[in-house]
């Protein structure tokens, strides 16, 4: 797909030239004026030195062709304006990246700007380092209703914006159109239920090939809880309160992995680990014929099967009794740390308002495959030109907006989020291979995530 050149107005930046400007400590700009003192003359005549662009070091952790996209918005961002430079430096993995600012914050080494996974936000807030972006929403009179909702009600805590979403995804099933004809199941209505899946499973569970396999993703659990309206901590989901337990081990949890066990007893579902990459892999060489993966694969997912068999797509499963619920966000968004001068958070904030206009939405996703955080990017020709050519991302669009905004869909916050992860990895894999029952495997995870949750609480101030 041909890329897009971004162009954005620079009347947005004209009303903080000066500021931005006078508060470059490098350089002062010489006024040109006619009515300046006799003493001065030899000084006036003196060419002008023009002031020196703020620069702003955004650290990031998108790689590969995700790494030259982030490029190509900031070649375009700098190029549209001469008052900010934006110098992106990738940081490794998510985790590497944020290990590496904890490192800094003690010093003036760290970045002006940090993309953070969604699963560190409670820490964010925690850690004290972030100008929260509310503060320049509020000061800019920045209207936020032009931004989806169900994508920035988890980056706000007790109402107030922490970050602005950057990259955002939800999961979705993928199916085998083809597979499903074969199997006598209809491929224009895909499972949407726990029960529809298992049927639809053993259908397609023939000829040495199996109906499906989910990756042991910790984040899928979370999602099933969603869909479920159930929230994964106590407190409000970590929301009105910090949480002390998590509600891992309850109805929506036993469940769940109950199901998920069912099918990997009766061989309808593979059992193929951790990785998504797998069972990517596994999906496309047409081993199985349903998978969960981001709604960020679709692009790859439909190319790679193009000439083999055609991509479906459908909403995460849920129970067929399950109310008020729907998707958690994924994905990852922007902090400004506050350790940098007034002048560097201003120029972030500048960056973040180029990020969210509808042309560069319009890009990304085209060019990404994650959701564009503003709605008028969907007006764009060139996103409507991607969805005409990948129909299959429609229903990751309608079930973004289909979700229910409540506590459970809001998602979950806490500082210990990466390790909980972990340890919910652990229970589905001790379930599915048969060394604990589902309620076992998730009372051992609820038991240690409670126990990091009091230690880590003891040391937030």
């Known amino acids: 797909m041909k890329s897009v050149n971004i162009r954005t107005s620079v009347l947005a ?7 931005l400007a006078s508060a470059c400590s490098k350089a002062e700009v ?3 004026s006619s009515t ?3 003493s001065s003359t030899a ?3 003196a060419p002008t030195k023009a002031a020196e662009p703020v620069k702003v070091i955004w650290w990031h952790s998108m790689s590969g062709e995700l790494g030259k996209a982030v490029d190509k918005l900031v070649a375009d961002f700098n190029a549209s304006q001469k008052n900010v430079q934006v110098e992106a430096v990738f940081q490794g993995t998510y985790d590497e990246s944020l290990n590496k600012m904890k490192a800094s914050m003690d010093t003036k080494s760290g970045p002006s700007l940090i993309q953070v996974y969604e699963i560190g936000s409670r820490f964010m807030i925690d850690s004290k380092a972030i100008t929260p972006v509310q503060k320049f929403v509020d000061a800019d009179k920045f209207d936020l209703s032009q931004l989806e909702e169900n994508i920035l009600n988890y980056y706000k805590v007790d109402d107030k914006l922490n970050s602005m979403p950057f990259n955002t995804s939800n999961p979705i099933l993928y199916y085998n159109k083809d597979m499903f ?3 006598g199941l209809d491929p224009e209505k895909p499972p949407t239920t726990y029960e529809e899946v298992a049927k639809a499973a053993q259908a397609l569970s023939k000829d040495g090939k199996a109906g499906g396999s989910f990756a042991i993703y910790g984040w899928f659990m979370e999602q099933f809880f969603a869909g479920q309206g159930a929230e994964f901590l106590n407190n409000g989901n970590g929301r009105t309160a910090a949480a002390t337990e998590t509600l891992l081990n309850n109805e929506a949890g036993v469940k769940t992995l109950t199901w998920w066990k069912g099918m990997v007893d009766n061989k309808s579902l593979m059992n193929l680990g951790r990785k998504t990459d797998d069972t990517k892999k596994a999906f496309l060489a047409g081993q199985i014929a349903m998978t969960l993966d981001s709604t960020a694969s679709l692009r790859g997912i439909v190319t790679g099967a193009e000439g083999k068999f055609q991509v479906g797509t459908s909403v995460m499963p849920k129970p067929a009794d399950a109310k008020d619920g729907g998707v958690v966000v994924g994905g990852a968004s922007l902090y400004i740390l506050n350790n940098k001068s007034e002048a560097e958070q201003k120029g972030a904030w500048e960056f973040i308002k ?3 206009n509808p042309q560069t939405q319009a890009w990304w996703n085209v060019n990404t495959g994650y959701f564009p955080i503003t709605k008028k990017a969907y007006d764009e020709q060139i996103l409507k030109d991607n969805l005409a050519k990948f129909p299959q991302f429609q229903t990751a669009i309608d079930q973004l907006h289909n979700t229910k905004a409540n506590k459970a869909t809001q998602g979950a916050v806490m500082g210990v989020f990466p390790e909980a992860r972990q340890l919910v990895e652990t229970a589905i ?3 599915l ?3 604990k029952s589902p309620k076992d495997a998730l009372d051992a995870a609820s038991k240690t995530i409670a126990e990091k949750l009091a230690a880590y609480n003891k040391t937030v101030k």
Do not use: I, R
């Open 354 to 356: 180029f990020l969210t």
């Open 433 to 435: 291979t048969g060394k």
């Open 429 to 431: 894999e001790e379930a």
């Open 36 to 38: 300046a003192p006799a």
């Open 30 to 32: 010489t006024p040109a």
């Open 13 to 19: 930046m004209t009303a903080l030239t000066m500021v």
């Open 43 to 45: 000084a006036s005549a």
């Open 181 to 183: 004809k074969a199997a």
